[in-house]
């Protein structure tokens, strides 16, 4: 199995900005591509970020293109988030998770990712 475990969430101002981190173990390989996928209270999950592992190529949900940015560090098995001009609206749990298929072309749908990690609480307030 893949683990993955979130962190650097937290309160944060309108405008501000966050990193997340996800931290991977446990059989990698098979986490081809690496994904934030988020969750507001009463919503369906959302997929926000992708970065298909193997090359490097990112997606963005059109919500926050051009203010997050999905990155990974390969050496460490980690992958980042990094959150700027945050919205109310991007307030929710905040969750990584990873996928056996590389993500070629797009996000993934949530249910085609295989591993999660516990989530991590954005408040942007």
């Known amino acids: 199995d893949v683990q993955l475990v979130e962190s650097g969430g937290g309160l944060v101002q309108p405008g501000g900005s966050l990193r997340l981190s996800c931290a991977a173990s446990?059989?990698?390989?098979?986490?081809?591509?690496m994904g934030w996928v988020r969750q507001a209270p009463g919503k369906e999950r959302e997929g926000v970020a992708a970065?298909?592992?193997?090359?490097?190529?990112?997606h963005y949900a059109d919500s926050v293109k051009d203010r997050f940015t999905i990155s990974q560090d390969n050496a460490k098995n980690t992958v980042y988030l990094q959150m700027n001009s945050l919205k109310p609206e991007d307030t929710g749990m905040y969750y990584c998770?990873?996928?056996?298929?590389?993500?070629?072309?797009?996000?993934?749908?949530?249910?085609?990712?295989?591993?999660w990690g516990q989530g991590t609480q954005v408040t942007v307030s």
């Open positions: 446990g059989y990698t390989y098979r986490s081809n591509c």
């Open positions: 970065i298909y592992s193997g090359r490097g190529i990112t």
């Open positions: 998770a990873s996928a056996v298929l590389a993500c070629y072309s797009a996000i993934p749908p949530p249910g085609d990712f295989a591993y």
